[in-house]
């Protein structure tokens, strides 16, 4: 497809166990970001992937999170020993190098994740 | 450090009204560029508008316009002519030329049209 894809588009999981989640970016974005906005909330920032430098992780809430980027495309969201705080949607967001201030990102429509 | 600030939670505005949402913002970095995306309900992010901290005019596109502060570091979004399709949230986002070039969102406005 022609814009960001993630899998899955919702997720129930028990408290505990470990999620991963999938972003597809638009091809030939070589930045890729990933946010979690709460129930009604704004998007916080999480990790920041762009080209092969290294990631801006700095909005990480706690090493239960992670992230990989295999070969400058798909991205992998990770949260180990799921917490019920962990519930929310998961933006995943893509661009063209950020040459300019101005380029736009591209948001996928979210994984809702819930732990039971 | 970049900070986005949106003090409305909630807005209300009559259709075919004009709406000011507030954004204002915090970074030491001369270089900058601020962002307006939209959320209806259905939760994907629609990019709205765009202005460069050294553009000199303020940016509009259709009905949205940004009135450019830069001294007071605000960015707020006019709406004209509000219609029953803009309510949904609105977000103010930043991205600075420093550091790894991420994309920073404030909380969001709800803006509600009424008829």
């Known amino acids: 497809g022609a814009g960001v894809s993630q899998s899955p588009s919702n997720k129930v999981t028990e408290k505990g166990k470990d999620v991963e989640l999938r972003c597809d970016p638009i091809?030939?974005?070589?930045?890729l970001y990933w946010y979690r906005q709460s129930l009604g909330q704004g998007l916080e920032f999480l990790i920041y992937?762009?080209?092969?430098?290294?990631?801006?992780k700095s909005g990480l809430p706690s090493d239960r999170f992670s992230a990989e980027r295999t070969g400058g495309s798909v991205s992998t969201l990770t949260i180990q020993r799921t917490q019920q705080e962990d519930s929310a949607v998961y933006l995943c967001?893509?661009?063209?190098?950020?040459?300019?201030?101005?380029?736009?990102?591209?948001f996928g429509q979210g994984t809702r994740l819930t732990v039971v | 450090a970049q900070k986005i600030t949106q003090t409305q939670p909630g807005m209300f505005v009559q259709e075919k009204e004009a709406v000011t949402l507030d954004c204002t913002y915090d970074?030491?970095?001369?270089?900058?560029?601020l962002f307006w995306y939209k959320q209806p309900s259905s939760g994907e992010m629609i990019f709205l508008i765009y202005?460069?901290?050294?553009?000199?005019q303020n940016a509009t596109e259709g009905r949205y316009s940004l009135n450019f502060q830069k001294a007071r570091k605000s960015a707020n979004l006019v709406i004209s002519a509000s219609q029953l399709g803009d309510s949904a949230m609105y977000f103010c986002?930043?991205?600075?030329?420093?550091?790894?070039?991420?994309?920073?969102f404030g909380k969001g406005t709800k803006l509600t049209v009424n008829p």
């Open positions: 967001a893509s661009s063209l190098a950020p040459r300019g201030l101005n380029t736009e990102a591209f």
């Open positions: 091809s030939g974005h070589t930045a």
């Open positions: 992937f762009q080209g092969n430098s290294a990631p801006d």
């Open positions: 970074t030491s970095d001369p270089s900058y560029g």
């Open positions: 202005q460069g901290s050294y553009d000199q």
């Open positions: 986002a930043m991205r600075v030329q420093g550091g790894s070039e991420k994309l920073v």
